[in-house]
């Protein structure tokens, strides 16, 4: 914990019921599970919301108390245990937000084993690549992504496949309606039992809930988070259950006016991205709360219609979901009212739109910052104190944050208008990167302080400003992109001679549009929609490119390395209507 003596100039904006140094429990993460059971046994803890019928008075979808839940975790945690998962195995979880994953999660926590997260729309080639490199045996996954496993499986460690349904966990009704439903749908997929595949159910029905007892340590490493990080390819960011309990508690700390036992968590944001994983599930069960879970976000209106009618308190998310409730055309018909208060991270969140929906719903949204690497959250402005525009808030209780040159190492002073590297130490901070060793060593300074890649300036207040990024990383939809991996699927299209992948700032959506710059081989002819329905094939949609454009030649440095920053800037000065400045070659085709 920080030094309660220490002098940091954010103190003074902390709220007054936020302490600067927190309690962090010596426990795992399965302890905040239980001890909310104990607590509120019959209150709900999962609300799983698909759809309403007639006008909301019944809803497909189903509710688990905290009681129930955590006998369904036992239940699955002793499935994995007779199964051959013992501590320190790699668990993968392929799943939308459902209470499949919810179980799975902790049911993981229960034995000792390790998460590996993966995201529903990898493409065969991105999740072969997570299996191998975690060393996954075993992978839970939704039936509908069960083929992009088989293309791959044979040549991964997998031993284990559990194929889950969406409709598990549902009452007879809703089940009935939703299989009926689904399985009329072009891509549903029938799993059939083998030695080796497991329907997630009837492990639920087959197993007890008494799985052994297996000694967890606060220490041992719960999670394994694939992210860019500062530098290079994907890899796997350690995060150690201490990590895990350490953050929630820090953001359980700055959310000052929450009921214990009472507020409903609306989970939109997906629990496989390490935002909504701590933020949305691990601090709403830590809260007692009511996880009111949606599995598609992007179902805007019917993410909104489910918070008016469930009547939903706290919404963390992503800039471009409080843009798109904003701008809903229909947004005079919807009282989201019972919103208390939002953060928002992953992207810059712009102040008029946190004023608009402040107006909207009478809470507060308030833009935060994190990574990975931090489990995620190390910054927030504050909830109901002062706001400052364009910042990313001031460091949570325990953490301690600073700019450095970007040359020398030296700290740059508050209030300086210097701009320097923004590193940061505190117990959320990883244990480093799975099996790359001289990775972890270069994250950090020589003195410990984690490297966050991004160039930031800090007020004498201690408010920081993220203005530039260190590394490429790109964000759309919420989700961080290396524009490696865009440009090696490019670089394998036979007609691609030169590729380069930059990400545009995009006000109006919150987050970038990933365009791409191709030259093309002598004598060769594309179209933007013929490159785009390559990268479909091989990439997630999400990392698929928005706009392509094809040139003679790209701007680079005498050594031949291309300058993805003067891409940037044309892009910037077309949207701002000044004239560009021809660097290298003319644009032949932009779509």
């Known amino acids: 914990m920080m030094n309660?003596?220490?002098?940091?100039?954010?103190?003074?904006?902390?709220?007054?019921?936020?302490?600067?140094?927190v309690e962090i429990p010596n426990v795992t993460l399965n302890h905040f599970l239980a001890e909310s059971t104990r607590k509120y046994p019959y209150n709900t803890a999962t609300n799983f919301v698909l759809s309403y019928l007639a006008r909301g008075l019944y809803t497909v979808g189903g509710k688990m108390t905290y009681q129930k839940l955590s006998e369904m975790v036992d239940r699955f945690a002793n499935a994995l245990y007779q199964l051959g998962v013992r501590k320190g195995d790699r668990v993968a979880l392929m799943l939308p937000n459902s209470p499949h994953y919810v179980i799975a999660f902790f049911a993981a926590m229960r034995i000792g084993a390790i998460i590996v997260n993966n995201n529903p729309t990898y493409t065969a080639r991105e999740l072969k690549h997570q299996l191998v490199d975690s060393g996954s045996e075993t992978i839970v996954l939704l039936?509908?992504?069960y083929p992009r496993l088989q293309e791959i499986r044979s040549e991964t460690p997998v031993k284990r496949v559990i194929v889950a349904h969406i409709y598990d966990t549902l009452g007879p009704l809703s089940r009935f309606l939703v299989h009926a439903k689904q399985s009329k749908q072009p891509d549903w997929v029938d799993v059939s039992r083998d030695s080796s595949v497991y329907l997630f159910q009837h492990l639920l029905e087959r197993y007890g809930p008494n799985p052994p007892?297996?000694?967890?340590?606060?220490?041992?490493?719960a999670l394994l988070q694939y992210t860019g990080g500062t530098t290079g390819l994907p890899k796997a960011a350690m995060l150690t259950h201490r990590n895990l309990v350490?953050?929630?508690?820090?953001?359980?700390?700055?959310?000052?006016?929450?009921?214990?036992?009472?507020?409903?968590?609306?989970c939109a944001i997906p629990f496989f991205h390490v935002y909504g994983?701590?933020?949305?599930?691990?601090?709403?069960?830590y809260l007692g709360g009511e996880l009111t879970i949606v599995p598609n976000p992007r179902e805007l209106d019917h993410v909104m219609d489910v918070m008016q009618r469930e009547r939903s308190t706290l919404f963390p998310g992503v800039p471009a979901m409080y843009i798109r409730i904003v701008n809903h055309p229909r947004i005079n018909e919807y009282d989201l009212k019972s919103i208390k208060a939002c953060i928002s991270g992953s992207a810059p969140l712009p102040i008029e739109i946190q004023e608009k929906f402040g107006q909207i719903t009478g809470g507060r949204l308030v833009e935060g910052f994190g990574m990975t690497e931090l489990s995620p959250v190390s910054h927030c402005n504050p909830v109901f104190g002062k706001r400052k525009k364009g910042s990313i808030g001031i460091p949570l209780p325990d953490v301690d944050a600073k700019i450095i040159d970007l040359e020398t190492g030296e700290d740059i002073p508050f209030g300086s208008d210097k701009e320097g590297e923004l590193v940061v130490k505190g117990p959320m901070v990883m244990k480093g990167y799975w099996?790359?060793?001289?990775?972890?060593?270069?994250?950090?300074?020589?003195?410990?302080w984690l490297r966050t890649g991004d160039i930031c300036k800090v007020d004498e207040e201690g408010y920081f400003y993220i203005v530039d990024r260190k590394k490429?990383?790109?964000?759309?939809?919420?989700?961080?992109?290396?524009?490696r991996d865009v440009e090696e699927v490019l670089f394998t299209h036979p007609k691609v001679l030169e590729a380069v992948v930059v990400g545009i700032p995009n006000p109006a959506r919150?987050?970038?549009t990933i365009k791409a710059f191709i030259v093309l081989k002598p004598g060769e002819t594309a179209t933007a929609d013929e490159i785009r329905e390559y990268c479909k094939q091989h990439l997630a949609p999400y990392k698929v490119p928005r706009e392509v454009e094809f040139r003679a030649e790209l701007p680079k440095t005498m050594v031949g390395k291309v300058l993805r920053r003067v891409l940037v800037e044309e892009e910037k000065a077309k949207q701002a209507g000044a004239p560009v400045m021809e660097t290298a070659g003319t644009p032949s085709t932009s779509a």
């Open 4 to 21: 309660n003596n220490m002098d940091r100039p954010w103190f003074a904006s902390y709220e007054p019921n936020v302490p600067r140094s």
């Open 143 to 145: 039936n509908l992504f």
């Open 213 to 221: 007892a297996v000694e967890v340590l606060p220490e041992d490493i």
């Open 246 to 266: 350490a953050n929630t508690v820090q953001v359980a700390s700055w959310l000052t006016k929450t009921d214990y036992g009472a507020e409903k968590m609306m």
């Open 277 to 285: 994983m701590t933020v949305a599930m691990i601090y709403g069960l």
């Open 435 to 448: 099996n790359r060793p001289e990775e972890t060593e270069a994250a950090f300074t020589p003195d410990g």
């Open 472 to 483: 490429d990383m790109m964000i759309a939809s919420g989700y961080k992109v290396l524009p």
């Open 510 to 512: 919150g987050d970038d």
